[in-house]
């Protein structure tokens, strides 16, 4: 492969694709690029910072090959609550027995075991819940105090050394970053990521936390996968730059069949507020052993993007799976065949909002239906913070947005967000500029052809953030219009 550069994909929806074992090696890098990857997702729950710098020069590498931005995702790991070792690495909890836990560093066995988390032993009360193991083995609190609890074992079976613990029925008194997230974002942000995922998000405040700490050097994208975050989901969603449904742990915690409902409860949020949101775990998981995806799968990932998510993500299938190349293009193809499907656009529309009060949403909307109207060829969006592309975006056009900017930064971020390909340069230097490099960037990208027209946004004067208050026709091979 590696038939690189490439024009528009001809999608709208974008694809993430972790990186891991399987897809660390430059070429593969390049092949997972050119199949449809959108994104690159590294998870600091693994490898080491140098594994990681080596991935960000090979994406930096592709980048300049490519001539367009690509998008570089850092996961920050969070706070990981874990039991302790147990004699013979592991036990058996049979149903209907008592077990407990507590503050103890010792060896466990079937009776007991150490969990090191004083902050669990203070949240918990008779009735809380822990789950071990992602939720294969389930207890209840029976009695509890500031360092131990009994508890009732309600689902049985294997328990080994340091298997993880959730607790879903409380919130939690730990902190949002842990000093190995510290470390691990020191480092991203110095090697210049340009999106920041924060695990395990309880509250808003976990969020403010975060940007203080990035200081607008990148995106803060927060993981909802508690059942405490859906009780401040508005406020966390606002506070947010994006946010991720990460079904595994939200799974593992909540009823497998709530998760559905929540997905399209935290996507209909995201696009009220204008936020990219991105759906996760579990899309083609057989594809981490099988080069095809069952049919379930590949209706999961149609799901999400008939609900406007702005991108659909492959973990251990790009990561560690036996075939991420091949994973990234039927979740290419899949994207695809939905977004040709007549009814698509109309429930695009269906979901959107309401024209918020200002004069920058007002244009952007009608940006959207002159584009209609014109059965135009592409909204192309000149912007220096990238807002008025955001803006267009959240409008779902039935068009491709074409971002032009000269902040290599914003290009990057906006590579999360539905519908957009970017193009990075200094190319305006009056505004009679705009309609010959919006026609020029357009037909560079393979999008649209002669006699076709082009409707365009921006903001007046140039680099003002927020500042988008003009749109403008132009058509491809002649005259431009202006509104």
């Not at 988390?117 to 609190?141: C, M, N, Q, T, Y």
């Not at 401040?232 to 709530?258: F, Q, T």
């Not at 040709?340 to 920058?360: C, N």
Request: with cysteine; hydrophobic share 40%.
């Amino acid at each position: 492969m590696n038939n690189i550069p490439l024009g528009h994909r001809g999608r709208q929806a974008k694809i993430i694709a972790t990186l891991g074992p399987s897809s660390s090696a430059p070429d593969v890098i390049a092949d997972l690029y050119e199949e449809g990857a959108d994104v690159f997702r590294l998870n600091f729950s693994h490898g080491s910072h140098e594994d990681h710098a080596r991935s960000i020069d090979a994406i930096r590498e592709l980048e300049k090959k490519v001539g367009r931005p690509i998008t570089i995702l850092m996961d920050l790991q969070g706070p990981k609550l874990r039991v302790g070792k147990f004699k013979n690495d592991g036990a058996v909890l049979k149903t209907g027995a008592s077990f407990r836990v507590d503050l103890k560093d010792e060896i466990g066995d079937e009776t007991r075991a150490s969990l090191l988390h004083p902050e669990i032993f203070a949240a918990l009360k008779p009735g809380s819940s822990l789950l071990i193991d992602d939720g294969h083995l389930r207890l209840k609190v029976r009695s509890c105090g500031p360092d131990f609890a009994e508890c009732e074992v309600i689902v049985g079976g294997a328990i080994s050394n340091r298997k993880g613990v959730n607790v879903p029925d409380v919130t939690l008194p730990i902190p949002a970053v842990t000093e190995k997230d510290r470390a691990d974002l020191a480092f991203g942000l110095s090697q210049g990521v340009d999106w920041v995922a924060l695990s395990f998000v309880q509250r808003p405040e976990d969020v403010a936390e975060v940007r203080h700490l990035v200081g607008g050097r990148a995106g803060v994208l927060s993981k909802l996968e508690k059942p405490s975050a859906l009780d401040h989901l508005d406020a966390i969603v606002a506070l947010s730059d994006s946010v991720m449904v990460a079904r595994g742990d939200l799974g593992v915690e909540m009823p497998l069949e709530r998760v559905p409902v929540l997905q399209k409860r935290i996507i209909r949020s995201c696009r009220k507020h204008g936020k990219p949101v991105v759906v996760a775990t579990q899309m083609l998981d057989s594809m981490v052993k099988s080069p095809v995806p069952t049919r379930a799968e590949a209706s999961d990932v149609a799901t999400a993007v008939y609900d406007g998510a702005d991108a659909v993500m492959l973990s251990a299938e790009s990561a560690s799976g036996m075939f991420p190349v091949r994973a990234v293009a039927t979740m290419h193809r899949i994207i695809q065949s939905v977004e040709s499907d007549e009814h698509y656009a109309a429930l695009m529309q269906a979901g959107h909002q309401e024209t918020e009060d200002s004069s920058p949403a007002a244009i952007t909307a009608a940006a959207r239906q002159i584009a209609h109207t014109l059965t135009a060829a592409a909204i192309v969006t000149f912007t220096s913070s990238g807002s008025t592309t955001l803006r267009a975006a959240q409008e779902r056009p039935e068009v491709p947005i074409l971002c032009i900017t000269p902040n290599l930064s914003a290009g990057r971020r906006l590579g999360l967000v539905w519908g957009v390909h970017s193009i990075v340069g200094d190319f305006i230097h009056s505004v009679d500029d705009i309609g010959d490099v919006a026609v020029k960037a357009a037909l560079q990208c393979g999008i649209g052809q002669e006699g076709k027209s082009l409707v365009i946004t921006a903001g007046m004067p140039f680099g003002k953030v927020g500042s988008t208050n003009m749109v403008r026709v132009v058509w491809i091979g002649g005259e431009t219009g202006a509104g």
